[in-house]
């Protein structure tokens, strides 16, 4: 008898992939099947997704796995947020999803301000205001009388798109539904206000379903094309980053998140929304989480520094071997810092040239070897998290006491022990495999197999060991 197995399918910006997970003596293991390329298309005036081969590409990945002769009991999708794609009264898909970075939300949240009263809206939905944000997106639609809206039945997002053509089952995940900026934060569900104010067809809006809610089985056509038979499709943490914060492994106490990737994405898990002015003015955004519970979290500017520090060094045909970096790094001297979120940074030409620049032009130590490269930047974060923990301080009951780091960024030793010194309390550091393992829990849950939240907690501590990092 084959082990059970459960399917995560991951959606990233820049690919997708699907991890069988399964339960073994109490730990979680986890293989990739299946990884694919994601990308935008620009076509005439729009950036699209190619949501059509990336579902193809799902659907081959799905194949994959009853090849290998994997016993699958059940599916979970997650993607990024706030991206969205609209269904007719037939079911059919009007148009590709347009892609968050295109161009047509530019200036709207200034012109919904001029109407709209930022305080009053946050104390609503407990958002923080992109332009990239859904309601921007549906808000540039109304103002060019879109068809597509006018014809749509549904609207579903990303990860919500995936399960509907696999189940025929439209229905909106809590999590990924968050991400929107049009939820009542305290009602779990949507604002009939802002529906109402920016004069959107309120039949687009479907159920809200919290993770761990059955979707349906795979439909027959699916089941017999992919070979899988009809298993069940699960709405887990369908936003990425709520299946990565499931799989935080520390229990105990209050504790931060920080999921390290491209963005550091920093907050904790309450129960209950804050919609404070301090809250707001402080930068928190609140999202869903698993359980009904909320996300109160900050986007920073993460390990983007890095990778376009490595990526020009690669363009010189410079070597650039890790450790070797990090060594160096550790062993520097110079504690020069830049303020990571500063629109200086966001694309610079060089990232090089915009670090040195701007240390040189306040009389700071001004970085020239690849390890101080990284000192100054693994320095600066660590600096900016310890800014994050204490403007979220101020708006939690209780500090917090200790920071676990999932996510690629865990393994950067460096950062970890430097963020350890400047909060001045214990980091935990893994999974890295965060999303994926937060998925399929969530599955495991949602399937009578494991129940308690404490003892999946367990699996993932038995699975990954993470390290603490004590402050020096």
Same mark, same amino acid.
């Given at each position: 008898m084959m082990k059970e197995t459960y399917l995560a399918i991951d959606f990233g910006g820049g690919s997708g992939r699907i991890m069988a997970g399964s339960i073994?003596? &109490?730990k979680l293991e986890l293989e990739e099947i299946h990884r694919f390329g994601n990308r935008q298309v620009k076509l005439g005036n729009r950036l699209y997704w190619d949501f059509l081969s990336l579902f193809q590409d799902m659907k081959n990945g799905l194949k994959l796995a009853a090849q290998k002769g994997y016993n699958v009991k059940s599916i979970g999708i997650d993607t990024w947020g706030v991206d969205f794609g609209l269904i007719d009264k037939e079911g059919n898909l /009007? $148009?590709?999803?347009?892609? +968050?970075?295109?161009?047509? #939300?530019?200036?709207l949240p200034e012109e919904f301000f001029s109407f709209t009263d930022r305080k009053e809206h946050y104390a609503e939905t407990g958002t923080?205001?992109?332009?990239?944000?859904? !309601?921007?997106? !549906? +808000?540039? @639609?109304?103002?060019?009388?879109? %068809? !597509?809206?006018?014809?749509?039945?549904?609207?579903?997002? @990303? %990860?919500?798109?995936?399960?509907?053509? !696999?189940? $025929? #089952?439209?229905?909106?995940?809590?999590?990924?539904?968050?991400?929107?900026? /049009?939820?009542?934060?305290?009602?779990?569900?949507?604002?009939?206000?802002?529906?109402?104010?920016?004069?959107? %067809? =309120?039949h687009i809006f479907g159920e809200i379903v919290m993770p761990g809610t059955k979707r349906g089985k795979l439909k027959k056509e699916i089941a017999e094309e992919t070979g899988l038979g009809e298993v069940e499709v699960i709405a887990v943490g369908s936003h990425d980053t709520a299946s990565a914060v499931?799989?935080? %492994?520390?229990? *105990? &106490?209050?504790?931060?998140?920080?999921?390290s990737g491209t963005w550091s994405l920093l907050g904790t898990e309450v129960d209950e929304p804050v919609l404070t002015e301090e809250a707001r003015t402080n930068g928190l955004t609140n999202e869903g989480s698993i359980n009904g519970r909320i996300r109160l979290l900050q986007n920073i500017t993460g390990l983007w520094f890095i990778q376009r520090l490595f990526a020009e060094w690669q363009e010189r045909g410079e070597t650039t071997d890790y450790k070797s970096i990090i060594d160096e790094a550790a062993a520097s001297t110079i504690r020069s810092t830049v303020p990571v979120d500063d629109a200086m940074f966001t694309n610079p030409a060089s990232m090089e040239k915009a670090i040195?620049?701007?240390?040189?032009? =306040? $009389?700071? *130590?001004?970085?020239?070897?690849? $390890?101080?490269? @990284?000192?100054?930047?693994?320095?600066?974060?660590?600096?900016?998290?310890? *800014? &994050?923990?204490?403007q979220m301080n101020r708006c939690i009951p209780s500090p917090v006491t200790q920071l676990n780091i999932i996510g &690629?960024?865990? *393994?950067?030793?460096?950062?970890?022990? /430097? #963020?350890?010194?400047?909060i001045g309390i214990p980091v935990l550091a893994g999974p890295v495999e965060a999303t994926a393992i937060g998925n399929i829990l969530m599955q495991v849950k949602a399937m009578g197999v494991v129940t308690e939240t404490d003892e999946l907690k367990r699996?993932?501590?038995?699975?990954?060991?993470?390290?603490l990092y004590q402050p020096e």
């Open positions: 073994v003596e &109490g /009007l $148009g590709n999803p347009v892609c +968050y970075r295109d161009s047509r #939300t530019e200036g923080q205001v992109i332009n990239i944000n859904t !309601l921007f997106q !549906l +808000y540039s @639609m109304k103002k060019e009388n879109s %068809p !597509l809206l006018a014809a749509a039945d549904k609207l579903l997002f @990303m %990860p919500d798109l995936f399960s509907y053509y !696999l189940t $025929g #089952t439209a229905n909106n995940e809590y999590s990924i539904a968050s991400t929107s900026e /049009l939820l009542d934060a305290k009602k779990r569900n949507w604002s009939e206000n802002l529906i109402k104010q920016l004069e959107l %067809p =309120r499931f799989a935080v %492994p520390c229990t *105990q &106490g209050s504790n931060a998140f920080l999921s040195q620049e701007y240390c040189a032009e =306040r $009389g700071l *130590q001004i970085p020239h070897t690849k $390890g101080e490269f @990284m000192r100054c930047v693994t320095e600066s974060l660590a600096l900016r998290y310890k *800014q &994050g923990i204490e &690629g960024g865990c *393994q950067n030793e460096l950062l970890n022990q /430097l #963020t350890a010194n400047a699996i993932v501590i038995n699975s990954v060991k993470p390290k």
